[in-house]
């Protein structure tokens, strides 16, 4: 049974950093690609950051330049170093992994909160 399990969820401070955690267990495929979404209250869950087992990443605009998304295949972790941190960042931050394939399997995390204050 996969499971993904997140950490490093906090509150900061308007302009603070925090960084995310998240270990995947259970499956004996490579995630093809890893990553990192988010949910505001009252808001859709939406796409923060992706990375491929290759390394190629992917942004959402809202925070391209302030995080960085890493894994670490071997572990299957992904990081996700979160700077300048604005009001408007804060969320539940899922941790996803993906396995591609004749039947494609997603997996989500539980989630950890992130709260930013002015």
């Known amino acids: 049974q996969v499971r993904l399990v997140e950490s490093g969820g906090g509150l900061v401070q308007a302009g603070g950093s925090l960084r995310l955690s998240c270990e995947a267990s259970?499956?004996?495929?490579?995630?093809?690609?890893m990553g990192w979404y988010r949910q505001a209250p009252g808001k859709q869950r939406e796409l923060v950051a992706t990375i491929t087992s290759g390394g190629s990443t992917n942004y959402a605009d809202s925070v391209k330049g302030r995080f960085t998304i890493s894994r670490t295949n071997a572990k299957n972790t992904v990081d996700l170093q979160m700077n300048s941190l604005k009001p408007e960042d804060t969320a539940v931050y899922y941790c996803?992994?993906?396995?591609?394939?004749?039947?494609?399997?997603?997996?989500w995390g539980q989630g950890t909160q992130v709260t930013v204050s002015s």
């Open positions: 259970g499956s004996i495929f490579v995630f093809n690609v």
């Open positions: 996803s992994a993906v396995v591609l394939g004749g039947v494609t399997q997603a997996y």
